[in-house]
């Protein structure tokens, strides 16, 4: 029995008729491409054939190409029927027995024309018809959110991979602080084509899967609330892509390109994702790699996923690569990565220096490696909780309570990190907000119930803390953090504290100077007395950017006078 026959016998409750126009066009592109559809001859001699459909006019016409399949034309021409069916993207498609009305040749080609089918059967869900792009169809995909850091609306730009009526795939790049914008809520997202159209619907994200090579995050949309106008057309959307994305696989079809397809501006900004991202150095190309890996791993945090073993190794072995290449380059480095959320700028930065700091305590490599890789992660619990509780300029003792849960919720997305050693996890993560004086949370440890690693992990931690903003307190400088810790020495580990000055002296890497004939600069590299010995010019107060000047030491740098003013970056 014929494959088609086979189709044709099973139960009709499997298929969904479909008799919207704008769906039937788009089933009838998908049976254009090249080695889809099948001509079934009904009949005592039922036999398929496969057939190329050329053309379709809505509400008129299908046009078959028979010049390959001669034989079938004298049973068709004596009114024969036959079946038209296909795998397309949407499932096996089936139509009701159809039959020729009209027979031409042109150029040498057998050409048969039939009324086009008002209906047809698709074994499988319709919606989930994916139309998916072609390499060079680009589609740019526009989601929009409240920053909670700032309190002001960003936008994520990514490409759109494939579409169907009830949502889509795209790819973001990680760089662009994918956990600032991507929601675990509704949200709106825009999709922008060529020619400038652009539709606009809610949606909820429903998966995420990372591409860490290609340094992307594909997020599946599922839309909300779609109404029937809006549901017609992003079914005319799916139809377009699928028919260009035929079209443009340079299979010999010869119709003209879709007009949504049609470039209306080379330079428009707002068509693909603009991740060609400029950095003020090339050490803090290869440390925003880092932070976005740890910005996607949040993502993908808050939708209930576990941290990724070999992921959260490899980059932890990058951190300390990184150090071993050129150490005040990396530290420096820290300090350029802007576009993530404050908890992965955070971490990366903590990391960072806790690890210089331990080599220095000659601690060996592998060690160093677990404490980069739960430094990197211990505050990404953080951005799974409701953005109020990091909005509060007081917190409440519920909240208070709340907010300290990040702790067991980074505990607990690690439990499949084997390599990492439990007794590193602990002291790096569950006890690096706790205190000497036994005041600090989750478990108010204290004084010697607290490892020596916790101890040097909670002195980074905090002066690192202290230079970024928070609603409840201003930034301050270095120079001010490490003259604060000074004074807390119930709380924290004297010796870690000296251990840390000594190391990152008080003007450490990565601090903004304004010197006496007024030029700002940023601190790249100390000498063996941690005094300032090579400086960057900035045009501003800002981060760190590639509007950077060259290094400048030596006579150079005495020409820059006397240090005046030590500063904090504005954000």
């Known amino acids: 029995m014929s494959e088609a026959s086979q189709h044709s016998q099973t139960s009709d409750n499997e298929f969904?008729?479909?008799?919207?126009?704008?769906?039937?066009?788009?089933?009838?592109?998908?049976?254009?491409?090249?080695?889809?559809?099948?001509?079934?001859?009904l009949g005592p001699a039922e036999k398929d054939h496969p057939v190329v459909l050329v053309e379709q006019l809505e509400e008129d016409y299908l046009l078959f190409d028979l010049t390959a399949i001669r034989d079938v034309a004298p049973p068709l021409r004596r009114g024969g029927k036959f079946i038209l069916s296909g795998f397309t993207p949407g499932g096996l498609v089936r139509t009701n027995p159809l039959s020729v009305r009209e027979f031409t040749t042109v150029d040498s080609r057998l050409l048969a024309y039939a009324d086009?089918?008002?209906?047809?059967?698709?074994?499988?869900?319709?919606?989930?018809?994916?139309?998916?792009?072609?390499?060079?169809?680009?589609?740019?995909?526009?989601?929009?959110?409240?920053?909670?850091?700032?309190?002001?609306?960003?936008?994520?730009?990514?490409?759109?991979?494939?579409?169907?009526a009830t949502g889509c795939l795209a790819e973001f790049f990680m760089q662009d602080g994918v956990s600032r914008v991507l929601p675990d809520i509704a949200t709106e997202i825009?999709?922008?084509?060529?020619?400038?159209?652009?539709?606009?619907?809610?949606?909820?994200?429903?998966?995420?899967?990372?591409?860490?090579?290609?340094?992307?995050?594909?997020?599946?949309?599922?839309?909300?609330?779609?109404?029937?106008?809006?549901?017609?057309?992003?079914?005319?959307?799916?139809?377009?892509?699928?028919?260009?994305?035929?079209?443009?696989?340079?299979?010999?079809?010869?119709?003209?390109?879709?007009e949504l397809f049609r470039v209306r501006d080379d330079n428009d900004?707002?068509?693909?994702?603009?991740?060609?991202?400029?950095?003020?150095?090339?050490?803090?190309?290869?440390?925003?790699?880092?932070?976005?890996?740890?910005?996607s791993q949040m993502v993908m945090l808050?939708?209930?996923?576990?941290?990724?073993?070999?992921?959260?190794?490899?980059?932890?072995?990058?951190?300390?690569?990184?150090?071993?290449?050129?150490?005040?380059?990396?530290?420096?480095?820290?300090?350029?990565?802007?576009?993530?959320?404050?908890?992965?700028?955070?971490?990366?930065?903590?990391?960072?220096?806790?690890?210089d700091l331990l080599n220095a305590a000659k601690m060996p490599r592998d060690l160093r490696k677990a404490v980069v890789a739960a430094a990197m992660v211990h505050?990404?619990?953080?951005?799974?909780?409701?953005?109020?509780?990091?909005?509060?300029?007081?917190?409440?003792?519920?909240?208070?309570?709340?907010?300290?849960?990040?702790?067991?919720?980074?505990?607990?997305?690690?439990?499949?990190?084997?390599?990492?050693?439990?007794v590193v996890r602990d002291n790096v993560i569950a006890q690096i907000n706790e205190?000497?004086?036994?005041?600090?949370?989750?478990?108010?440890?204290k004084d010697k119930q607290l490892g020596q690693l916790a101890r040097a992990a909670a002195v980074v931690d905090v002066i690192d803390a202290m230079q970024r903003h928070r609603p409840d307190r201003p930034a301050i400088?270095?120079?001010?953090?490490?003259?604060?810790?000074?004074?807390?020495?119930?709380?924290?580990?004297?010796?870690?504290?000296?251990?840390?000055?000594?190391?990152?002296g008080p003007l450490p890497i990565g601090t903004l100077l304004r010197f006496e004939k007024g030029a700002f600069a940023w601190v790249v590299g100390l000498d063996e007395k941690k005094r300032v010995s090579r400086v960057r010019v900035s045009p501003h107060k800002l981060a760190p950017d590639d509007k950077l000047g060259p290094p400048i030491e030596g006579a150079a740098l005495n020409e820059l006078g006397r240090i005046r003013d030590i500063l904090v970056p504005e954000s």
């Open 302 to 355: 808050k939708q209930g996923q576990q941290i990724n073993s070999a992921q959260l190794s490899l980059h932890a072995d990058r951190v300390l690569d990184m150090l071993e290449d050129d150490r005040q380059e990396a530290l420096f480095a820290v300090h350029c990565i802007q576009r993530e959320s404050r908890w992965v700028k955070h971490g990366l930065a903590v990391a960072i220096r806790l690890a």
């Open 16 to 41: 969904t008729p479909i008799n919207s126009v704008v769906e039937l066009a788009t089933y009838y592109d998908a049976l254009s491409q090249p080695g889809v559809a099948v001509l079934t001859l």
């Open 477 to 504: 400088s270095a120079i001010a953090a490490t003259k604060s810790m000074q004074t807390r020495t119930e709380q924290f580990d004297e010796a870690w504290v000296k251990r840390y000055l000594s190391h990152f």
């Open 116 to 164: 086009w089918p008002t209906e047809i059967h698709v074994k499988q869900r319709r919606a989930s018809f994916r139309a998916s792009l072609r390499i060079g169809m680009n589609v740019g995909v526009h989601v929009r959110s409240k920053d909670n850091d700032k309190e002001e609306l960003v936008e994520l730009q990514g490409d759109l991979k494939d579409l169907s």
């Open 379 to 422: 505050d990404l619990g953080k951005g799974t909780l409701p953005p109020e509780i990091w909005k509060a300029t007081t917190l409440s003792t519920d909240v208070y309570e709340e907010m300290q849960s990040h702790v067991e919720v980074i505990l607990e997305k690690l439990e499949g990190v084997k390599w990492l050693a439990p």
């Open 190 to 258: 825009e999709l922008y084509f060529p020619n400038g159209t652009s539709f606009e619907v809610k949606a909820k994200v429903r998966h995420l899967k990372t591409d860490n090579d290609r340094q992307v995050l594909a997020v599946g949309f599922e839309f909300e609330n779609v109404s029937k106008p809006q549901e017609r057309e992003i079914w005319g959307y799916v139809r377009e892509i699928e028919r260009e994305a035929s079209r443009s696989a340079g299979n010999g079809d010869s119709r003209s390109e879709s």
């Open 435 to 445: 205190r000497m004086d036994g005041s600090g949370y989750p478990n108010g440890l």
């Open 269 to 295: 900004v707002k068509l693909s994702r603009r991740h060609a991202h400029t950095y003020a150095t090339p050490m803090a190309r290869r440390m925003a790699r880092i932070a976005g890996y740890l910005d």
